[in-house]
T-cell receptor, first 111, second 115 residues
Framework: KQEVTQIPAALSVPEGENLVLNCSFT??????LQWFRQDPGKGLTSLLL?????REQTSGRLNASLDKSSGRSTLYIAASQPGDSATYLC??????????FGQGTTLQVKP | DAGVIQSPRHEVTEMGQEVTLRCKPI?????LFWYRQTMMRGLELLIY????????DSGMPEDRFSAKMPNASFSTLKIQPSEPRDSAVYFC?????????????FGPGTRLLVL
């Protein structure tokens, strides 16, 4: 059974700092891996999608990497801003097409 | 595009009552997903449809839960009878699924409180 784990559960950093969020999964047989952002009381917004054949994806200040063989992904946020404060969720699409989510990392960026 | 639309946004009901949650997917998307989010269990997939047909309902917790998709633009998730442990945020998502590699677009969720 696929399990997705995110570390740390919570993170607080000063504005301007570069940071890394970690995600690990137990079964390497995935279609893709996605990173989502969730603001309090809101739905999820897709940030980046990495296909199983890819190693990384970039969007603005965000860079996500994927190492399928080791079952790991990282989300790198450069020059963090208070507006980046949110919960970041990692999810993998398993062999049946279902999204399996981690518990998320709650990020607070202090001005 | 209006995105995925869910109604109601908030629902407070008493134990034993029937609850119906509604979802309108993004036009042209052929896959629809229902999720439940709680502090204890995080986000869990309840059921998903492809071309209006239920594909996997293994996440539906009990027979009290049922979901339908009568057409490509509407789906319902029903809980009957509701219990306090059903209190959660229920999300609907849709996707233009062709190979399983497309992202899912989430609605704003329905916050359900069962007293």
């Amino acid at each position: 059974k696929q399990e997705v784990t995110q570390i740390p559960a919570a993170l607080s950093v000063p504005e301007g700092e570069n940071l890394v969020l970690n995600c690990s999964f137990t079964d390497s047989a995935i279609y893709n891996l996605q990173w989502f952002r969730q603001d309090p009381g809101k739905g999820l917004t897709s940030l980046l999608l990495i296909q199983s054949s890819q190693r990384e994806q970039t969007s603005g200040r965000l860079n996500a990497s994927l190492d399928k063989s080791s079952g790991r992904s990282t989300l790198y946020i450069a020059a963090s801003q208070p507006g980046d404060s949110a919960t970041y969720l990692c999810a993998v699409v398993d062999g049946t097409g279902k999204l399996i989510f981690g518990q998320g990392t709650t990020l607070q960026v202090k001005p | 595009d209006a995105g995925v639309i869910q109604s109601p946004r908030h629902e407070v009901t008493e134990m034993g009552q029937e609850v119906t949650l509604r979802c309108k997917p993004i036009s042209g998307h052929n896959s629809l997903f229902w999720y439940r989010q709680t502090m204890m269990r995080g986000l869990e997939l309840l059921i998903y449809f492809n071309n209006n047909v239920p594909i996997d309902d293994s996440g539906m917790p009990e027979d009290r839960f049922s979901a339908k998709m009568p057409n490509a633009s509407f789906s319902t998730l029903k809980i009957q009878p509701s219990e306090p442990r059903d209190s959660a945020v229920y999300f609907c998502a849709s996707s233009p699924w062709t190979s399983g590699s497309e992202t899912q677009y989430f609605g704003p969720g329905t916050r359900l409180l069962v007293l």
